[in-house]
């Protein structure tokens, strides 16, 4: 059973940058998506990277922020940059087996979330 667990989380105010990690405790040939989810609204594809590190990104954030991925550390990293106050929820890794990258349906297993709060 894999485990993904998301770290980096915090308070930053509008334009700031910040990093959030996610260990994947399983080393090999995965997809790993990050998804948020703000108060009263569904979880929300945000991008995702392949095994052979190529990426893809929603509209919302494309141009802002990165995905990479350090395999010797089995973790995957989102790099958030000029946030805005938008940009608030929880943000979640997930392991992505099938299927369309931005459906939470076609992942079969989460971290427990990391909260991200950006204040103008």
């Known amino acids: 059973q894999v485990h993904l667990v998301e770290s980096g989380g915090g308070s930053v105010q509008a334009g700031d940058s910040l990093t959030l990690s996610c260990v994947v405790s399983?080393?090999?040939?995965?997809?790993i998506g990050w998804f948020r989810q703000a108060p009263g609204k569904e979880r929300e594809y945000v991008g995702i990277?392949?095994?052979?590190?190529?990426?893809d990104y929603a509209d919302s954030v494309k141009g802002r922020f990165g995905i990479s991925r350090d395999n010797a550390k089995d973790t995957v990293y989102l790099q958030m940059n000029r946030l805005t106050p938008e940009d608030t929820a929880v943000y979640y890794c997930?392991?992505?087996?099938?299927?369309?990258?931005?459906?939470?349906?076609?992942?079969?297993?989460w971290g427990q979330g990391v909260q991200v709060t950006v204040s103008s």
């Open positions: 990277i392949t095994a052979g590190g190529d990426t």
């Open positions: 399983e080393r090999g040939q995965n997809y």
């Open positions: 997930g392991r992505f087996y099938f299927g369309r990258y931005d459906r939470v349906s076609n992942y079969d297993a």
